[in-house]
């Protein structure tokens, strides 16, 4: 499965959108997908061929942290994840089986897989967020 190409330093959230604050609970790179981890509160990479939990991504991180420090994500709106993201204008974006990767709808073909929806590509570059954590599973 191919996730997408994204430059850290070239994330951002779209104008007028809310954003969050948590605590990393792993490395995360900006752009990156979270799951919150209940047993410690702590925001780590969400992977859609863990389990529904790990698959639950709350948001995607606008910027780096190592464990234990903040981490500021985004969970609705537009978001910019760069020029070298190259997602397809109407395509829809789910969480991949990388971890904190997104990848492209059509990618994903393994069972046993989480689907969480993130949302739909508005431009090369921006995604517009709906995040939909299905706990559905592929047969």
């Known amino acids: ?7 850290a330093s070239q994330v951002q959230p779209g104008s007028n959108v809310a954003t969050k604050e948590g605590t990393a609970g792993a490395t995360i790179t900006a752009g990156q997908c979270l799951y ?4 410690t509160n702590t925001l780590k990479l969400a992977d859609a061929n863990d389990t529904a939990a790990v698959a639950a991504c ?5 910027n ?27 395509e829809i974006y789910l969480v991949s089986t990388t971890a904190g990767s997104i ?10 897989d989480y689907v969480t929806v993130l949302g739909v590509a508005t431009s090369a570059s921006v995604l517009k967020l709906s995040i939909n954590a299905s706990g559905a599973q592929i047969p």
């Open 36 to 39: 919150l981890d209940s047993a």
């Open 58 to 62: 709350v948001g995607i991180a606008l």
């Open 103 to 112: 990848m492209p709808e059509a990618d994903i073909a393994t069972s046993n």
């Open 64 to 90: 780096g942290a190592s464990s234990g420090q903040p981490v500021e994500y985004q969970s609705v709106g537009s978001i910019t994840l760069g020029a070298g993201a190259s997602m397809t204008v109407g």
């Open 1 to 7: 499965m191919v996730a997408l190409s994204i430059t």
